[in-house]
């Protein structure tokens, strides 16, 4: 039997451990704690079960241990705080009582009972989160390994301690975090529990979208959230949450001629993207990007499959999905942006830049224009190693010439050299539609290179323009 050693172990820990012998209470180290131990992983969320009180437990605790922020959760007989510790750092210790819990089957919400050691390892998501290390005296360290989570672990396999649909039907969200450990960990699901998971998939349904969101963001987060996104997919959650996502999927054939799978293809973009950032929503950018494909798709006998408008039609779905998944609303125009200016830097790639066309793609994408230039370069997925390496110096060439411009004018600053205030008092004006037109024209003027990008001269050029366009009202 596997047995923790001290050095494994935060010494505060076995001041909780300590503290329980004092009030003979059974207690433990469980779930996700224990599971990131043996795997080397860095954690400072702990739960900490007890078989007694677990509220009157975590208040003595938080008295003997000088625990912060204290928080009690009365219904799940649950307490939560937080404590530093030398030789971990700050930690967040959860403190539950051993339980078992009953569903009903049209209900999200556990009816929780008092339970045994088993009953709270039973009812775990999943064999490897289904491990408990004692933190009392005589036994600790010692490890309890019912389901052969340890087994699992050494094998890389995700299994269930019940039957799968039993776990599931728990907590559909379980079905996710299936996904989430796949991408995260690198674990292959068995057989059984990608079965049930197919077969009661429209049980996710009654899971609310701001759980199921944070599950998702952690899926599209992990090292290669592909082989979470494909589990979704074959199972049929995607389609439950993300059906524009799903419309993606296949290939369509005229006339012999097929076009790529955008979902598959989809895919891919998003693990090039999470090779070089792990950027939540550039990552979201990176699935989405071609959202309105299959909404504006044609066959066109002269030139084949066509895709013409989805950037802009994309931005229209990219606003509905994030309504309906309940993102926050914050991102959602800096996801716009890079699906509507994806293929932005394509043209400039393929023809001789002029300092204009580079000047209105970084005054377009602004801050952004890193984000969209490797977006760009991660929707390069051919399998023509020429084709690629063609590309990516093409690519090379644009970002070259965006630095020589940069140094060149300044515009490396993402801002016009006066705004929208500095014209109003220049020419008396209050604002309104004249102050917008004015500055607008100038803003192009500068990308253009008509003016230089320096402030004199573009208030010079809204003093002429003023002038022209007041002699335009007169005559």
Excluded at 129 to 147: E, F, H, I, K, W
Excluded at 266 to 286: C, E, G, M, P, Y
Excluded at 345 to 358: N, Q, R, V
Excluded at 412 to 439: F, H
Aim: glycine residues 6%.
């Amino acid at each position: 039997m596997k047995h923790f050693t001290d050095s494994d172990i935060p010494e505060v820990l076995f001041r909780i451990g300590d503290l329980a012998d004092q009030e003979n209470l059974p207690c433990y180290l469980v779930g996700g704690y224990v599971r990131d131990i043996l795997m080397h992983r860095p954690c400072t969320d702990i739960d900490i079960m007890v078989v007694g009180d677990p509220v009157a437990f975590a208040k003595n605790v938080r008295n003997g241990l000088n625990g912060k922020n204290f928080v009690v959760f009365e219904r799940f007989r649950t307490a939560q705080f937080e404590m530093s510790a030398e030789d971990s750092g700050s930690l967040k210790i959860e403190i539950v009582g051993a339980r078992k819990e009953s569903y009903n089957p049209d209900s999200r919400k556990p009816i929780t009972q008092t339970g045994t050691l088993e009953d709270d390892l039973s009812r775990r998501d999943f064999t490897i989160n289904a491990l408990a290390m004692s933190l009392n005296a005589r036994t600790r360290g010692a490890l309890v390994d019912q389901y052969d989570g340890l087994g699992d672990l050494d094998k890389g396999i995700l299994r269930t301690p019940l039957e799968p649909e039993q776990t599931f039907s728990d907590d559909p969200l379980r079905m996710m975090r299936a996904a989430r450990f796949a991408a995260q960990f690198g674990f292959s699901p068995e057989p059984l529990l990608v079965a049930a998971i197919t077969a009661m998939h429209e049980r996710i349904r009654i899971v609310s979208r701001e759980r199921i969101s944070q599950e998702f963001f952690k899926i599209m987060l992990s090292p290669k959230p592909s082989v979470g996104l494909k589990l979704l997919y074959e199972t049929g959650i995607l389609g439950d949450l993300l059906p524009e996502v799903t419309a993606m999927a296949g290939i369509e054939q005229v006339d012999g001629l097929g076009h790529k799978d955008t979902l598959f293809h989809t895919f891919q973009v998003v693990d090039n993207v999470a090779k070089h950032s792990d950027k939540l929503w550039l990552r979201i950018s990176a699935l989405l990007h071609d959202i309105a494909k299959p909404v504006t798709k044609r066959f066109n006998p002269a030139a084949g499959w066509t895709f013409h408008g989805h950037e802009a039609v994309g931005i229209r779905i990219v606003a509905r999905i994030f309504k309906s998944m309940r993102w926050p609303s914050e991102p959602l125009e800096y996801v716009q942006k890079m699906v509507r200016m994806h293929h932005r830097p394509i043209p400039l790639s393929k023809e001789e830049i002029t300092d204009s066309a580079i000047r209105r793609l970084m005054f377009d994408a602004g801050p952004d224009l890193e984000d969209l230039m490797s977006l760009c370069r991660a929707d390069v997925t051919s399998k023509n190693p020429r084709k690629v390496m063609r590309i990516m110096k093409n690519f090379g060439n644009v970002e070259q010439k965006i630095a020589e411009v940069a140094e060149k004018d300044l515009l490396a600053q993402w801002r016009p050299p006066i705004g929208g205030a500095d014209i109003m008092e220049t020419l008396g004006l209050s604002e309104g539609k004249m102050v917008g037109l004015i500055k607008s024209r100038m803003e192009n003027a500068v990308i253009d290179g008509i003016i230089p990008y320096d402030r004199e001269a573009a208030l010079a050029y809204v003093r002429e323009l003023y002038a022209e366009l007041r002699n335009d009202r007169q005559s």
